[in-house]
């Protein structure tokens, strides 16, 4: 075999290898913050669980929605945990999940929004509620989805009132 065959054989070889490589490295699942997964996914669960998907995307989508903005914790954790912001934090005394099917759909959903496999739903919301309350802050957002039970809102910042 001639040096040109074998100069070329060698780069075709080292380009397929270089190729494998990029597409196992692009087929690998991406790496999430256990600790941050966990608490969306604690989130999801107490908040959504009897929602439809649709709906706890939703509230995912809040919580990372907050972690964007300047107002809230720009973690996860921070977010979920900041002071009585979400109900169960501060309600629940054990908030480990009871209901497996429930508790995996949660991590599901809290991985796939994390990775930016989700739209988000709520249209940009940084709050929402349940439809059996009627909370004052509300006069302060606009609606922006209603999703099940819940009402999602987006707010500009202003706790004055839109009039």
Known sequence: MSSKYVHILSGL???SL??????AAMMSAPEIDPKQHNCLALN???????????GQIGVAHVTINRV???GWKDTICGVVYQHKQFSWTHMIKDPTPKEAKAWSDAQVIARDVMIGNTEDP????VYYH????NPKWTKYMDL???IGRHLFYTWDGDWNAND
């Not at 349940?130 to 309350?133: E, I, P, S």
């Open 13 to 15: 070889l080292t380009m």
């Open 18 to 23: 270089f190729v494998t490589i990029g597409i």
């Open 44 to 54: 999801i669960y107490h908040e959504a669980r009897g929602e439809r998907w649709e």
């Open 68 to 70: 964007k903005h300047p």
């Open 122 to 125: 709520t249209n940009g919301a």
């Open 130 to 133: 349940a439809n059996y309350v």
């Open 144 to 146: 922006s989805k209603v």
